[in-house]
């Protein structure tokens, strides 16, 4: 920070400094006092300016395409898209399950976007009540409702200039999909009980994880908000459709960790590398990375092992069984088994039982949907006419 000192001031050239962007200006003679109030005042100043711009180059960098890791084809087209839409204002679609990274993918695109000065708001739409998802999206006026006790502004409000996720967009009620289309066409609103019309000027960034073109076949979802939202569609890819990605997430995961938890970064042991790799993985990334957190903090040696990512694994959805069935009741023969026939053998049964229902199938068994079709093609199994 700069501060003008002379002899010689005058209102003009004091404005001409203060142009320039000189921080403060003090004419002769001063005293010592006060001179000592400016220059702690600019420090500070200063210190403030200094912190929000390294946090700044640190989300940029934390938030960066180059970070995201991800080798295999799909994870690339997505890599590649979002790259190309984060100099636009756009308004994107992602598309995916839970825990494949929307909201790091949403980030990376504020970041990397002319916007990236702006705010960035994640707001949760399966979260929030539909009574209070509209207040909490455009604000209310005082004595809108009862406990209204002041005006209130909101996120399209506080994120202007910046970039809006609304995350889980296909959980909003009829009524909030209503408003946001109509806000969207008139990029413009009214606060909750108010006339003021509002301008806004934010980036729309909507994600989901379920299927949200069969929700608008079956008018959950309004196509003309789906039309407006999904101009610039992107998938991410669950982690079993890109398993090359898995350890090297795992290993960036424990690097990660451990320095976060002050301790000594530990390798994978083969055997805890070929569970990693086995698992289906059904939380994607953020199940992964659960597991290697607990992992690191039960690690004593050098090593990650098999066992120290099992037991928050161990009632897997996979492995568990429904209906009247119990594990006690199976016994393991003498001779012992071949599991990936044991279990293989049984995935069979419960499709014949259901003559080809993937879905029932699967509440046979006691897994989810896409669990079962991720052991039909990985035990090969023939499955004739379509799988649902």
């Not at 200063?46 to 938030?63: A, F, I, Q």
């Not at 004595?143 to 002041?150: D, H, K, P, S, V």
């Not at 609103?189 to 108010?194: H, M």
């Not at 694994?313 to 001779?335: K, M, Q």
Request: aromatic share 6%.
């Amino acid at each position: 920070p700069v501060i003008i000192v002379t002899a010689f001031g005058s209102i003009e050239t004091a404005v001409d400094a203060m142009k320039e962007g000189a921080f403060d200006y003090v004419t002769k003679p001063f005293k010592e006092d006060e001179i000592k109030l400016i220059i702690g005042r600019a420090l500070r100043v200063s210190t403030v300016l200094t912190e929000n711009r390294v946090l700044r180059e640190e989300l940029e960098g934390k938030y960066n395409f180059n970070k995201i890791i991800g080798t295999s084809k799909a994870m690339l087209d997505a890599l590649s898209l979002a790259g190309e839409v984060s100099s636009t204002d756009t308004t994107v679609l992602l598309l995916g399950e839970s825990g494949t990274g929307k909201e790091l993918f949403a980030r990376a695109i504020h970041y990397n976007s002319p916007r990236r000065a702006g705010p960035f708001l994640a707001i949760n739409c399966a979260a929030i009540p539909d009574t209070l998802l509209e207040s909490e999206l455009f604000g209310y006026e005082r004595g809108a409702f009862t406990g209204a006790e002041r005006r209130r502004h909101g996120k399209f409000e506080v994120a202007s200039g910046g970039t809006i996720l609304l995350d889980e967009v296909a959980d909003m009620s009829g009524a909030v999909q209503a408003k946001l289309l109509r806000v969207l066409e008139e990029k413009q609103y009214e606060r909750l009980g108010g006339d003021e019309t509002i301008n806004f000027d934010v980036r729309l960034i909507c994600a989901t994880n379920k299927d949200i073109i069969q929700l608008v076949a079956e008018d959950s979802f309004r196509d003309d908000l789906y039309y407006r939202v999904s101009a610039y569609p992107i998938r991410l890819p669950p982690l079993r459709e890109r398993r090359e990605d898995i350890l090297p997430i795992a290993k960036a995961a424990t690097i990660e960790l451990a320095n976060q938890m002050g301790r000594k970064v530990p390798g994978l042991s083969e055997e805890a590398r070929r569970f990693i790799l086995q698992h289906p993985w059904q939380g994607n990334i953020r199940e992964l990375k659960n597991a290697i957190e607990r992992a690191v903090i039960l690690t004593k040696g050098n090593q990650i092992e098999a066992e120290h990512l099992q037991p928050p694994l161990a009632a897997d959805r996979g492995s568990a069984l429904s209906g009247n069935g119990r594990a006690e009741d199976i016994t393991l023969p003498e001779a012992g088994v071949r599991l990936g026939e044991v279990e293989r053998s049984l995935i069979l049964q419960a499709l014949e039982r259901s003559q080809y229902n993937t879905s029932a199938a699967a509440k046979l068994l006691g897994i989810s949907r896409p669990t079962m079709r991720y052991r039909v093609a990985k035990y090969d199994i023939p499955v004739p006419g379509r799988v649902e």
